[in-house]
């Protein structure tokens, strides 16, 4: 009978760790004594915290992502170009998708609560939702 793993905050941080340094989660569940891939996915599924700690570290991950292809444009030249150019789309769609700043589209919130007034003979304010009360 095999013994069921459980999620320890040991590995929890350690996954949580190198997916920040930019390390994809299969490369991760590929090392030597980590969890499955599966086995991840069952705990992000059930652990809604564990979960939310995953998406902030692909966050984090994706400005990680970025400032690594900013050295890679860098060092690029004619040979590795189009390579390059293809990783910074890839990347930067990505960022768009997990980092709102990076996102081309923007979210406007808009505060909808309406309040009415007016005055009564003697000029006291009577506001609408004190009518019901």
């Not at 340094?21 to 490369?27: A, E, H, Q, V, Y």
Request: glycine share 4%; proline share 2%; net charge neutral.
């Amino acid at each position: 009978m095999t013994k069921k793993l459980e999620l320890t905050s040991q590995i929890s941080d350690d996954i949580e760790r190198m997916l920040m340094n930019g390390t994809p989660l299969t490369t991760i569940c590929q090392t030597k004594g980590a969890p499955s891939l599966s086995k991840v996915y069952d705990w992000i599924r059930t652990d809604k915290a564990f979960a939310e700690k995953i998406l902030t570290a692909r966050k984090i991950a994706a400005q990680t992502y970025l400032d690594k292809m900013i050295e890679e444009l860098e060092k690029a030249d004619n040979k590795s170009i189009a390579v390059t150019r293809e990783k910074l789309i890839h990347y930067r769609w990505m960022a768009s998708k997990l980092v709102a700043i990076y996102g081309d589209k923007q979210q406007v919130e808009v505060d909808q609560k309406i309040e009415i007034t007016w005055n009564n003979s003697e000029d006291e304010m009577k506001n609408v939702s004190e009518l019901g009360s």
